[in-house]
T-cell receptor
Framework: DQQVKQNSPSLSVQEGRISILNCDYT??????FLWYKKYPAEGPTFLIS?????DKNEDGRFTVFLNKSAKHLSLHIVPSQPGDSAVYFC????????????FGPGTSLSVIP | GAGVSQSPSNKVTEKGKDVELRCDPI?????LYWYRQSLGQGLEFLIY????????KSGLPSDRFSAERTGGSVSTLTIQRTQQEDSAVYLC???????????FGSGTRLTVV
């Protein structure tokens, strides 16, 4: 049973526009959420995170929104750039096991110049 | 080292042979994780080591898979009697014991022919 879901396997966005990547989770114990970016032939790299005490965290062009009641989070990239083309993994962990992170299946983002 | 190092980067093996994949974590990181990513799939958790605690093997898909971590540092993932469905990218990550500090290696691409 997948605890972290990313229902869109792929997304295409025009350069300069907003990219919105969605993630849903089922485990109500999750209270820390992360986004990772992965280029081909490289390992995933940490992008941005959010604690459940917040509903928004912003870092430059990247903003993560958390809706705890809906068990939903999203990553917004504004403006999107061709270098943002990658696979984005949503991940979550629980206070009871902060060092074990559960990953979603990923969404492949293509930013078209 | 500066990052998580995995070797080999690519491995092609014949069905039925045993393979060993190596992970050298970031110095000082107490936690070490193995994941695999099959074609079109997300990151599947395999096994997790934390300090001197017994490893969490809950993600190992079968008894053909085993892993050890010697001296709290280098880890080896062993797959015995490989099958074609074992073909995947095997990713290692280490962390100082928190979800925030996860750092991945570049992975080993295993192809079983």
């Amino acid at each position: 049973d997948q605890q972290v879901k990313q229902n869109s396997p792929s997304l295409s966005v025009q350069e300069g526009r907003i990219s919105i990547l969605n993630c849903d989770y089922t485990n109500s114990m999750f209270d820390y959420f992360l986004w990772y970016k992965k280029y081909p032939a490289e390992g995933p790299t940490f992008l941005i995170s959010i604690s459940s005490i917040k509903d928004k965290n912003e870092d430059g062009r990247f903003t993560v929104f958390l809706n705890k009641s809906a068990k939903h989070l999203s990553l917004h990239i504004v403006p999107s750039q061709p270098g943002d083309s990658a696979v984005y993994f949503c991940a979550a962990s629980a206070e009871t096991s902060y060092d074990k992170v559960i990953f979603g299946p990923g969404t492949s983002l293509s930013v078209i110049p | 080292g500066a990052g998580v190092s995995q070797s080999p980067s690519n491995k092609v093996t014949e069905k039925g042979k045993d393979v060993e994949l190596r992970c050298d974590p970031i110095s000082g990181h107490t936690a070490l994780y193995w994941y695999r990513q099959s074609l079109g799939q997300g990151l599947e958790f395999l096994i997790y080591f934390q300090g001197n605690s017994a490893p969490d093997k809950s993600g190992l898909p079968s008894d053909r898979f085993s892993a050890e971590r010697t001296g709290g540092s280098v880890s080896t993932l062993t797959i015995q009697r490989t099958q074609q469905e074992d073909s995947a990218v095997y990713l290692c990550a280490s962390s100082p014991g928190t979800a925030y500090g996860y750092t991945f290696g570049s992975g080993t691409r295993l192809t079983v022919v």
